[in-house]
């Protein structure tokens, strides 16, 4: 009975202790995933993919920064939230994962966080902070990583243009 016992405790303390997620292992799987999806694709494919995401760039303060302009409206929060320069951190096609970044964002960095829905891609998008002004919004973006301890993966961060 008391190997039975040993045995028990052995196996819940290594389920406890193993199944714990970090954003270091996400990110670990992101890159593994985008490596994968690089190498099904040839060289001049992707070429044309990263000239595609640089089209949509414009320099604002003599930086390059992704700026697209769309139609987005608020979900889950009320409309008066939403500039007219919005600093994209995130974009997924279900409402709860942006829902989670969303709380994530204000609960522990602290930011007025909301989600725009939106776009030929039709994507619930997470902002960090809205502006007014498109020459502040791209500072922010510059200075990003001293506002900010979550890591933003690439594309992103850009500025949503709402019309």
Known sequence: MKNYLTILL????????GC????ANYKAAYDKAMQKHQEGIG??????IQAEARKYTEVINGDSVRLLRMSANVTLDSASVAKRYNVI?????????A???RDRLRKEEGFPS????GGHDRKYYVVVKGFDEKDVAAAFIKGLDTHMKMRVLEPIPWILEKR
């Open 10 to 17: 052995v196996a819940v303390v290594a389920v406890m202790t």
């Open 20 to 23: 714990h997620s970090n954003e």
């Open 43 to 48: 060289q001049e494919a992707f070429d044309k």
């Open 89 to 97: 951190v995130a974009g997924f096609k279900q409402q709860f994962n």
């Open 99 to 101: 829902q989670t970044m």
């Open 114 to 117: 909301y989600i725009l829905f």
